[in-house]
């Protein structure tokens, strides 16, 4: 019994002064070429008969506009500190680009600041990217046309100024579409919503190639904290295995 209690002690000793999961600066990617979404990174969150699921053919996440009103979204599970950079790419499906209606469809980076977005959408000017910075409420800053059905969205901060960017395809350089001022930590994700009635149901957004840098932030790292479980659970093993031999 002796031993079981020592060799206990030794377990929680360890665990206590290496076996926590490793921190370590945020640098990371995500091509969705798995079998599922990550649920260590991502949170999932549908309504009104939006969908979001994982195209495990082409590698991508889709999210699809099930009602007239609704939204749906993948949401980071941790908040950024300090500078960082979000980059995603997406591809817009099932688009008309009528200008009698449009789709009325919003696709966003959406954070604790604001979001960066691509709209179709008569009333914000068509088929365009914007943003909706918390400070701008209610009211957009002009944004920027567009006639293309995919591209990449990104935010930013630096300091204390987040920044909003969108680029096309075949165009190598970040427009800069506007900016705001934000020192908190930052909570983002990616979403399509809508509240109108004239959507177009069906509209599938596809979202991929998702980068995040953030040097200020840290996180555990996954393969550690399994680590750490993995031998804490095998020394007990091994612990019950010596009492159960002693006896």
């Known amino acids: 019994m ?4 020592a060799l206990w002690t030794g377990v929680a ?7 926590s999961p490793a921190l370590a600066a945020l640098s990371f990617t ?3 070429s798995g079998a ?3 649920s260590y990174w991502w949170t999932v969150s549908t309504d009104a008969g939006n969908t979001v699921s994982l195209n495990t053919v082409a590698h991508r996440v889709e999210m699809t506009q099930g009602s007239t009103s609704g939204s749906s979204g993948l949401g980071f599970n941790f908040p950024l500190q300090g500078d960082f950079d979000v ?3 997406f591809v817009l499906n099932n688009w008309t680009m009528d200008p009698a209606g449009y789709e009325q469809e919003r696709v966003a980076i959406y ?3 604001g979001a960066v977005e691509r709209v179709s959408d008569w009333y914000f000017g068509g088929e365009i990217y914007l943003t909706h910075f918390t400070a701008q409420q209610p009211t957009p800053w002009p944004g920027i046309s567009t006639q293309q059905l995919s591209g990449s969205l990104r935010l930013t901060r630096v300091g204390e100024v987040v920044s909003g960017f969108f680029r096309d395809p ?7 579409l506007n900016t705001t001022i934000h020192t908190d930590p930052v909570t983002f994700g990616f979403s399509i919503f809508s509240g109108y009635s004239g959507t177009q149901i069906g509209d599938v957004i596809e979202f991929d190639n998702v980068v995040v840098e953030s040097p200020d932030t840290t996180v555990p790292e996954p393969g550690a904290a399994a680590l750490g479980t993995g031998a804490l659970a095998a020394m007990g093993l091994l612990a019950v295995h010596r009492h159960r031999k002693r006896r």
Do not use: M, N, Y
Request: charged letters at 25%; glycine letters at 6%; hydrophobic letters at 40%.
């Open 36 to 38: 599922s979404i990550d």
């Open 2 to 5: 002796k031993e079981l209690t």
């Open 87 to 89: 980059q995603v790419d």
């Open 30 to 32: 995500d091509d969705f």
């Open 111 to 113: 954070s604790s600041t």
């Open 170 to 176: 075949g165009t190598p350089d970040w427009q800069l």
């Open 13 to 19: 000793a360890w665990l206590a002064l290496g076996a």
